[in-house]
């Protein structure tokens, strides 16, 4: 697929693409709290205004003044699936990933160089890996809240890092629900375009903070949405089903762009896209927190060994990586 010419390319992304507004993502927490389910860490209830407040904290390590964390963080906020419709299956590590974008980068350097160029982990994102460690975190934390309760400890700041591990892997969430987050088209439509939808790039900003203020959205809204609370066998994949899901949507933003919508708080067909979408933020931020909750009652792995995806010894070792990937369920 070919691109717009790379610098016009490059002058949109370079408007960063942060996710909803304080509004989005602050409704995506509080709904994903009030719908724990009463087997779950109902503790977290407790702390629901500092989880909702900690889901905009990952935009704030985007910025000029700290480009270590920016060149990390970036990535992280987007998923833009044509740019790897080479790959027949996503890796399940990150490393593994960056590499083979740089396969196809080197490959695609010599008789493509402008798509090329926008073949890397910036422009691609990196978007499940960090929903997926930060959802390993929560499962590592719950087990410490665990292990603490049984020993009859104090747990106030376990529970603390809890809810601001929770506040931040909601931030994730919520972008992965945003369509625009889903594809190259985050910031105006690139490459050919018979439907001649907008180019402008502050169609993002239109759409997931202009208009969610301008209705505005409140978590009633958002709540009933939210669907019943389910262990997920598979975190991973559920996290990459939830992206694809978004993409589905992508030109149904930019119709609504073409009528005006996102200027019409009356609009229904906006409005129930809106909600729609932050009800599965929620959805899955509930059920990814439900899961490591569940799933950190289990024992501890035994260290060490061929399983241990740092060993050579592990059949599935990359030297190129200094691992092998994380196993599929």
């Given at each position: 697929m070919r691109l717009l010419p790379i610098l016009i390319c490059v002058v949109l992304a370079a408007r960063a693409a942060y996710g909803w507004g304080e509004r989005g993502h602050q409704t995506v927490?509080?709904?994903?709290?009030?719908?724990?389910?009463?087997d779950g860490p109902v503790f977290l209830k407790i702390h629901e205004e500092w989880i909702a407040v900690k889901?905009?904290?990952?935009?704030?390590?985007?910025t000029l003044n700290?480009?270590?964390v920016k060149i990390l963080e970036d990535p992280n906020h987007g998923w833009f699936k044509e740019q790897f419709a080479f790959m027949k299956e996503i890796p399940r590590s990150r490393y593994e990933f960056v590499l083979a974008l740089y396969d196809e980068y080197l490959h695609l350097k010599d008789k493509d160089p402008e798509r090329a160029r926008l073949t890397n982990v910036r422009w691609t994102g990196t978007l499940p890996y960090a929903a997926m460690e930060n959802y390993e975190r929560l499962?590592?934390?719950?087990?410490?809240?665990?292990?603490?309760?049984?020993?009859?400890q104090e747990t106030k700041y376990t529970e603390l890092d809890l809810a601001f591990y929770m506040g931040w892997l909601g931030h994730y969430t919520a972008d992965g629900a945003?369509?625009?987050h889903a594809s190259i088209h985050h910031d105006g439509w690139q490459?050919?375009?018979?439907?001649?939808?907008?180019?402008?790039?502050?169609i993002h900003g239109r759409f997931e903070s202009q208009f969610v203020d301008l209705l505005p959205v409140r978590v009633e809204d958002v709540r009933p949405l939210v669907g019943k609370a389910r262990v997920l066998r598979d975190p991973f994949q559920a996290i990459l089903d939830h992206l694809d899901r978004a993409a589905t949507h992508v030109e149904e933003v930019y119709q609504l762009d073409q009528v005006g919508a996102y200027q019409d708080q009356n609009n229904a067909a906006a409005k129930r896209l809106v909600l729609e979408r932050l009800g599965s933020g929620a959805e899955l931020l509930r059920d990814l927190v439900y899961t490591a909750w569940v799933e950190s009652a289990k024992p501890p792995l035994p260290g060490g060994g061929a399983n241990n995806p740092?060993?050579?010894?592990?059949?599935?070792?990359?030297?190129?990586?200094?691992?092998?990937?994380?196993?599929?369920?």
């Open positions: 927490n509080h709904a994903a709290v009030q719908t724990l389910p009463d889901g905009r904290v990952p935009d704030t390590w985007r700290e480009p270590f499962k590592s934390g719950f087990r410490i809240y665990r292990e603490q309760r049984a020993a009859r945003m369509p625009l490459g050919p375009n018979p439907k001649n939808y907008t180019r402008d790039g502050r740092i060993s050579p010894q592990h059949p599935k070792y990359n030297p190129a990586t200094g691992s092998a990937p994380a196993p599929k369920p």
